[in-house]
């Protein structure tokens, strides 16, 4: 009974939320640990203690940005997404221009004096999804919501600048971020003529780039997108032999799997930690415990609609579903990666895959999630007349 009082008193908001982001942190613990043997030996002359270390150092971190980040009430968060916003382009901007490059790209910022890298994507993946939440809910009476410069200027303006400053380095990030906003957008009422305008434009913008680049010689990241396509399609490639590699390890995992830390693929999957560790987790772990990662972000997506049903905030709504929509959209692209459903794409299993400032920022997904939740059962009796600008910033 005490300890009930005790997670009762300092963890609030949806429990069952709470219960997917601690099985999510045990699978990674387990994932991370069996996958990184290998690394260890190739870097760390065998200490296997090393990446696990660093990797629980860093899911703590997550967790307690979790926990930091529920108990400050949603509200100041539309405010703060504006902020986000002109922040998130400056520094995709400066990534793009100067940013650690990696295979042709640069998705990463290093930071001055400390060594530690971010993927400014993760914090503009925030930012946007908070800033598009606000607006939608500041823009819920029609006439305000149909009007071109109201829908357009300040959604799909913000949109377009962030999703094309990823695109030259994170081609996928880019996609699923452009996909989440167009249907948070659909579900936020905006005009479906203005959404399959932005839709056209968008690949047709796309289309020139990519044959621009083609005709001129220097393909670049688009030579990395034709041959990742091609090997979807069962052109030869270094991508083929990752999902050959994928495939071995999920078809020996059979129903129950081989156990914790018997992952043979392991040494010969290139990324089994992040971009494959739904693999590992498959041969580990079996069919049994592929289901359940998949079915904890599910029901992550369920409880998110049990949030906004409940809410009497358009912005609370908005906010929880565009996030968790987000989490979940990666999920199941890194999922449908390991299984040959889509192509390559380096996407990482949220919360589960090892890395840095994508389990930190994921905690911030989270933890606002979770705000919003706390804010819904601490006020079951919210008034329900429509937001002003004012109630949604104060």
């Given at each position: ?5 005790i ?5 609030k908001?949806?429990k069952v939320i ?16 069996s996958?990184?043997?290998t690394l ?24 307690g ?10 509200k ?16 995709l901007?400066?990534?793009l ?14 930071l001055p004096?400390l060594g530690f890298?971010i993927?400014?994507?993760d ?17 819920q009476d ?6 071109f ?9 913000p949109i377009v600048i ?13 996609v699923i ?11 936020g ?10 839709g056209?434009?968008g690949?047709l ?16 990241r ?5 041959h ?9 490639s270094?991508?083929?032999?990752q999902?050959e ?11 129950f ?8 693929q ?17 041969e580990?772990y079996?069919?049994?415990?592929g ?15 049990v949030?906004?049903?409940?809410s ?23 999922m449908?990666?390991a ?25 911030v ?14 006020n079951?009796?919210?008034i ?9 910033e104060?």
């Amino acid at each position: 009974m005490r300890l009930k009082e005790i997670l009762s008193k300092y963890f609030k908001g949806d429990k069952v939320i709470w219960g997917v982001i601690f099985a999510l942190s045990i699978f990674s613990l387990l994932a991370v640990y069996s996958s990184t043997g290998t690394l260890a030996y190739k870097y760390q002359e065998g200490n296997t203690a090393y990446y696990i270390i660093k990797h629980f150092v860093l899911l703590a971190t997550g967790l307690g940005i979790i926990f930091i980040t529920h108990l400050i009430p949603y509200k100041y968060y539309s405010r703060l997404s504006q902020v986000f916003l002109y922040l998130s382009i400056f520094l995709l901007a400066i990534t793009l221009v100067m940013g650690t490059s990696l295979n042709q790209a640069s998705r990463w910022l290093t930071l001055p004096g400390l060594g530690f890298t971010i993927q400014t994507s993760d914090f503009a993946k925030l930012a946007l999804i908070m800033y598009i939440a606000r607006v939608l809910s500041l823009r819920q009476d029609d006439k305000k919501l149909n009007d071109f410069n109201g829908a357009f200027v300040s959604l799909i303006l913000p949109i377009v600048i962030v999703c094309g400053l990823i695109m030259p380095a994170n081609l996928s990030t880019a996609v699923i971020l452009f996909s989440t906003s167009f249907l948070l957008m659909f579900i936020g009422r905006v005009k479906v003529k203005y959404l399959v305008g932005v839709g056209f434009v968008g690949v047709l913008v796309i289309a020139l780039i990519i044959a621009g680049v083609v005709i001129s010689g220097n393909q670049g990241r688009v030579g990395t997108w034709q041959h990742r396509i091609e090997s979807f399609t069962g052109g030869e490639s270094e991508d083929n032999y990752q999902i050959e590699q994928s495939k071995i390890a999920i078809a020996t995992g059979g129903i129950f799997g081989k156990g914790p830390g018997n992952s043979t693929q392991r040494n010969f999957l290139p990324h089994p930690y992040s971009d494959f560790i739904y693999s590992i987790i498959i041969e580990e772990y079996g069919f049994f415990g592929g289901v359940i990662v998949l079915f904890l972000y599910l029901f992550l997506l369920y409880r998110a609609g049990v949030i906004v049903r409940k809410s009497r905030r358009t912005f609370a709504a908005f906010l929880a579903i565009g996030l968790t929509i987000s989490l979940v959209f990666q999920a199941m692209i890194n999922m449908g990666v390991a299984v040959h459903l889509f192509p390559v794409t380096g996407q990482t299993l949220p919360l589960v895959s090892m890395g840095g400032s994508s389990i930190l920022f994921t905690g911030v997904a989270f933890g606002i999630i979770l705000s919003v939740s706390r804010s819904v059962e601490k006020n079951d009796e919210l008034i329900t007349e429509p937001e002003t600008e004012s109630e949604t910033e104060e």
